[in-house]
C-alpha cells in the first residue's frame, strides 16, 4: 500500500503515519524528519535545508525530490509505505506520479487530515519532540510518561525551532499557497481520502483505517 498523508502544519500527518506504518508494517517516510537528522548530523544537505526550514519556508525541490526519490527505491519500500510531509508542490506531486508510473505503479490513497488553521497554532505550541528518534507528544493531549523525556529513547523532548507562533503562521501561508492545491490534484486522481483531523487521535485513526481496510 502506497499512502500519502496531506494536510497543514500541525494538523497530525505524522502522528497518523506513525500509527498507519505500526498497524499496516510499512515504513514512514517524513522528508522533515529526514532534514531534521541531517541538520543533527550537520550535513550538507541538512545546512542547505536548515536556512529554509527556521523561516517556515519549503525546501527547494530541486533538493527535496531526489532525495525522497532515492528513499522509496530502498529494498523496505517494496511493500509500500506512508509519505508524510512529500509531496508539497505540485512539481512534487508530478515527479512522483511519473517515478511510480514508470514503475508501473500509482499511489493508492492520499488522506487530507483537514484541521482549521485556528486549531493549529495550539497545537504547535504544545508539541514537544523527540530529535533523535523522531517521536512526538504534546504536553496536553499526548504528553510523556515523564515531563520532557521521551517514552522511547528516553532523550530530553524540545520545542521545535520551528514551531514559534510567527513560524508557524508563515509554514501556514506556504500551506495554503503551494501545498493545498494538492488536495484537488489527488482528487481528480480518484485516490482522495478526507478525514475530520479535530477528532481526537484514536478517532482520526479509526477514520482512516475504516477507509484503507483492516489487512
Ligand atoms: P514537517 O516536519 O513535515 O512539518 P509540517 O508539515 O509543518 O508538519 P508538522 O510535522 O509540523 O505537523 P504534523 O502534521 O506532522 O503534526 P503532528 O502529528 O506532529 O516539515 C518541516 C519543514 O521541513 C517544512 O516547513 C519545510 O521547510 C521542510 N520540508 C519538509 N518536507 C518538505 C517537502 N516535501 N518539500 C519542501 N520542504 C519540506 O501533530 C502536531 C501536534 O498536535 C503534536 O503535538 C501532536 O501530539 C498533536 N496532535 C496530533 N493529532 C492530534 C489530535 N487529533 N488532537 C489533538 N492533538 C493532536
Ligand atoms: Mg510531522
Do not use: W
Not at 62 to 83: F, H, N, S, W
Amino acid at each position: 500500500m502506497k499512502l500519502i498523508m496531506l494536510g497543514a502544519p500541525g494538523a497530525g500527518k505524522g502522528t497518523q503515519a506513525k500509527m498507519i506504518a505500526k498497524k499496516y508494517q510499512i515504513p514512514h517516510i517524513s522528508t522533515g524528519d529526514i532534514f531534521r537528522a541531517n541538520i543533527k548530523s550537520q550535513t550538507e544537505l541538512g545546512m542547505k535545508a536548515k536556512s529554509f526550514m527556521d523561516q517556515g519556508m519549503l525546501v527547494p525541490d530541486e533538493i527535496t525530490i531526489g532525495m525522497l526519490m532515492d528513499r522509496i527505491k530502498e529494498p523496505d519500500c517494496a511493500g509500500g509505505y506512508v509519505l508524510d510531509g512529500f509531496p508539497r508542490t505540485i512539481p512534487q506531486a508530478e515527479s512522483l506520479t511519473k517515478a511510480l508510473s514508470d514503475m508501473g505503479t500509482a499511489v493508492d490513497y492520499a488522506v487530507n487530515v483537514d484541521v482549521p488553521d485556528d486549531n493549529i497554532i495550539g497545537r504547535m505550541s504544545g508539541r514537544r519532540a523527540c530529535l533523535n528518534c523522531g517521536a512526538t507528544y504534546h504536553v496536553a493531549f499526548n504528553p510523556p510518561k515523564t515531563e520532557n523525556v521521551c517514552n522511547i529513547c528516553g532523550q530530553n523532548l524540545v520545542l521545535r525551532e520551528d514551531d514559534k507562533p510567527e513560524t508557524v503562521k508563515k509554514r501556514l501561508d506556504v500551506y495554503h499557497q503551494q501545498t493545498q492545491p494538492l488536495i484537488d490534484y489527488y482528487k481528480k486522481a480518484g485516490v482522495l481520502v478526507e478525514v475530520d483531523g479535530t477528532q481526537n487521535m484514536e478517532d482520526v485513526f479509526k477514520s482512516i483505517v475504516k477507509v484503507l481496510g483492516a489487512e
